[in-house]
C-alpha cells in the first residue's frame, strides 16, 4: 500500500459532493476525518489555501491528483490571522502572475504580453481573467488567432485596463486558473508545467502560517475511513 493510501484509502475526486457514494475532492476528505461531514470548505481550513487546494484537485489530471492525498495532514488547522491570509493571498496571486499566467499566454502564442503581465499587481488579479478568456475562446474556434486579435489586446493594455479596480477575493483564484487550463488545450505539451506549477503553488502556501499543527487523532480517522467506505 502507498503511504498516501494509508492516510485517505480511496481515489480523490473531482468537485464538491455531499454523499460519500460521490467520492470526496482533497479538502472534501480533511471535512471528513476532521468532522465526519463532506464540505469543501471545513472551517479548520484556510480560505486561501482551501481555493488553492480544490482547485489543484480540480485541474490536475487523475494520476497526479492522487498525489495529492500527502497534503491531506498539511490542509489541517491551517487557519490563521487576518495578516497570514493577506500574505496568503498575495504569495497566490503574484504566483499566479509571474509562474502560471505566463504559461497561458505562451500556450495562446501570445509570449509578448507575458513581460505586460508580470508588471500587474497581486492585487488586480481579477483583471487577468477576460484576457485569457479571451485568447481561449477565439484560439479554439477561429484559426486565424492570435493575429487577428493583437490591436484589441493592445489597446485594452493601453487604456490601462489593468490600472484600475480593488483587491481580489480568494475566489478570483478559481476563476483566473480555470482559464489558464483552458490555455493548456492549444499547446497539450506544455500542460505538465502547469501541472507542477499549480502543485509548487499549494506547497508555497502552505509555507505561510500555520500547517498541519492540529492533527486528527489515528483512531478517530479509522473510523471515519470505515464509515466512508461503508457509506459509499
Avoid at 4 to 9: E, F, R, V
Avoid at 56 to 79: F, G, H, M, V, W
Avoid at 173 to 179: Q, T
Avoid at 204 to 225: K, M, P, T
Amino acid at each position: 500500500m502507498e503511504i498516501t493510501d494509508s492516510i485517505w484509502p480511496f481515489a480523490l475526486t473531482v468537485g464538491a459532493s455531499e454523499h460519500p457514494k460521490d467520492g470526496a475532492c482533497l479538502t472534501s476528505v480533511v471535512s471528513w476525518l476532521v468532522y465526519g461531514d463532506l464540505s469543501d470548505q471545513p472551517a479548520c481550513v484556510s480560505e486561501v489555501v482551501a481555493e488553492v487546494a480544490r482547485k489543484a484537485n480540480d485541474l490536475l489530471p487523475d494520476y497526479r491528483r492522487q498525489a495529492l492525498k500527502s497534503y491531506i495532514p498539511r490542509l489541517i488547522d491551517t487557519k490563521d490571522g487576518d495578516s497570514t491570509e493577506r500574505a496568503r493571498l498575495h504569495f497566490v496571486h503574484r504566483y499566479i502572475i509571474e509562474n502560471l499566467f505566463p504559461i497561458g499566454l505562451a500556450a495562446a502564442g501570445l509570449e509578448f504580453l507575458i513581460p505586460v503581465v508580470r508588471r500587474v499587481g497581486p492585487s488586480h488579479l481579477n483583471r487577468l481573467k477576460p484576457f485569457v478568456d479571451e485568447i481561449v475562446g477565439q484560439a479554439l474556434c477561429d484559426p486565424r488567432w492570435p493575429e487577428e486579435a493583437m490591436t484589441v489586446l493592445q489597446s485594452r493594455i493601453e487604456r490601462g485596463f489593468w490600472a484600475h479596480g480593488g483587491a481580489a477575493a480568494p475566489e478570483t483564484i478559481g476563476s483566473v486558473l480555470e482559464s489558464i487550463a483552458l490555455a493548456m488545450a492549444l499547446k497539450p505539451a506544455m500542460a505538465s508545467r502547469f501541472y507542477d506549477g499549480l502543485v509548487g503553488m499549494l506547497d508555497g502556501v502552505l509555507r505561510i502560517g500555520r500547517s498541519g499543527v492540529c492533527q486528527i487523532d489515528h483512531l478517530i480517522a479509522e473510523e471515519r475511513i470505515q464509515a466512508f467506505a461503508e457509506a459509499a
